[in-house]
């Protein structure tokens, strides 16, 4: 007989595998468009090496599932939450589709100011039920911020 803990960690191993999964479909995008476009743009001096993105965006996916399930573990959760959740992860991997695959990079741009938005919602949502949730999802408003920079500047000089 399984235990509502075991249950719990199948749970959250699923929050994980919905959020890596977005992960995997991003970086499948990137890494099947990415080049030769990429190489050809007009860079700011402060865009990071291509190496430290994927180490960025494991750890972001990570707090963001662990985030998003420990909302679904709280008694006093609401569908309303989870669906945002969910809605911004595909939002979130449209960011790669729209930059690598169409090479639209205002699109891009308008797109990582929605995810910002999002964000910020699901911080306002959590905050109520599970300020931990919320807290965790700091880290990925800085990096967002930076990345709708990043992506601004990019459009502005190419």
Same mark, same amino acid.
Request: charged share 10%; proline share 4%; aromatic share 24%.
């Given at each position: /007989?399984? *235990?509502?803990?075991?249950? !719990?960690?199948?749970?959250?191993?699923?929050?994980?595998?919905?959020?890596?999964? /977005?992960?995997?479909? =991003? =970086?499948?995008?990137?890494?099947?468009?990415?080049?030769?476009?990429?190489?050809?743009?007009? !860079?700011?001096?402060?865009?990071?090496?291509?190496? $430290?993105?994927?180490?960025?965006?494991?750890?972001?996916?990570?707090? /963001? =599932?662990?985030?998003?399930?420990? $909302?679904?573990?709280?008694?006093? !959760? *609401?569908? !309303?939450?989870?669906?945002?959740?969910?809605?911004?992860?595909?939002?979130?991997?449209?960011?790669?589709?729209?930059?690598?695959?169409?090479?639209? +990079?205002?699109?891009?741009?308008?797109? +990582?100011?929605?995810?910002?938005?999002?964000? +910020?919602?699901?911080?306002?949502?959590?905050?109520?039920?599970?300020?931990?949730?919320?807290?965790? /999802?700091?880290?990925?408003?800085?990096?967002?911020?930076?990345?709708?920079?990043?992506?601004?500047? +990019?459009?502005?000089?190419?």
């Amino acid at each position: /007989m399984k *235990t509502k803990n075991s249950n !719990k960690f199948v749970y959250l191993a699923l929050f994980l595998f919905l959020s890596f999964f /977005m992960s995997w479909w =991003g =970086g499948y995008i990137t890494s099947y468009f990415k080049e030769p476009w990429y190489s050809t743009l007009i !860079k700011p001096s402060f865009n990071p090496p291509d190496w $430290m993105f994927a180490p960025v965006w494991i750890s972001l996916y990570l707090i /963001m =599932g662990y985030a998003a399930w420990l $909302m679904w573990s709280s008694k006093e !959760k *609401t569908q !309303k939450v989870l669906n945002v959740y969910f809605i911004h992860l595909v939002i979130n991997a449209s960011w790669s589709v729209s930059f690598f695959a169409f090479h639209q +990079i205002l699109v891009s741009l308008i797109i +990582i100011g929605l995810i910002i938005i999002f964000v +910020i919602w699901l911080i306002k949502l959590y905050y109520p039920i599970n300020k931990i949730s919320a807290y965790l /999802m700091v880290p990925y408003l800085f990096w967002l911020c930076f990345a709708f920079i990043l992506n601004y500047s +990019i459009f502005t000089l190419n």
